[in-house]
């Protein structure tokens, strides 16, 4: 990873390994690493794409959707379109984590995570 961009250090699930892998392929982070703190424990360090010119992030808003206490279905047919189609939603759906869009393609519905732009 670059020394010159910010890095996050988070800690790591399967989920959110997911989610991150999926933001690195939309453009959205510079790079990602999974490791392990001193005591084994999974961490994700994530270099965030940024704007030097103008000072801004590659991720504008993050909005978590779903939550324990209130889970957010969508069918294929009400699949979300985050400001119509410049965002993406992530969903969890029985095909693994993926896209909106991709989860229109394999024609699954499923738990939308969180909206992104």
Same mark, same amino acid.
């Given at each position: &990873?670059?020394? #010159?961009?910010?890095?996050?250090?988070?800690?790591?699930?399967?989920?959110?390994?997911e989610i991150?892998?999926?933001?690195?392929?939309? /453009?959205?982070?510079?790079?990602?690493?999974?490791?392990?703190?001193?005591?084994?424990?999974?961490?994700?360090k994530i =270099?965030?794409?940024?704007?030097?010119?103008?000072?801004?992030?590659?991720?504008?808003?993050?909005?978590?959707?779903?939550?324990?206490?209130?889970?957010?279905?969508?069918?294929?047919? #009400? &699949?979300?379109?985050?400001? #119509?189609?410049? /965002?993406? =939603?992530?969903?969890?759906?029985?095909? /693994?984590?993926?896209?909106?869009?991709? =989860?229109?393609?394999?024609?699954?519905?499923?738990?939308?995570?969180?909206?992104?732009?």
């Amino acid at each position: &990873m670059k020394a #010159n961009h910010k890095v996050v250090e988070a800690p790591g699930s399967k989920i959110k390994q997911e989610i991150t892998k999926i933001l690195y392929e939309q /453009g959205y982070i510079l790079a990602y690493k999974f490791d392990s703190d001193a005591k084994g424990h999974p961490v994700i360090k994530i =270099a965030l794409k940024w704007d030097a010119a103008t000072k801004c992030n590659a991720i504008k808003d993050l909005k978590r959707v779903s939550r324990p206490g209130l889970r957010q279905y969508a069918s294929v047919a #009400n &699949m979300p379109r985050v400001l #119509n189609g410049l /965002g993406i =939603a992530i969903l969890s759906t029985s095909k /693994g984590i993926m896209t909106d869009a991709k =989860a229109r393609q394999e024609n699954v519905g499923g738990e939308v995570l969180c909206y992104i732009y």
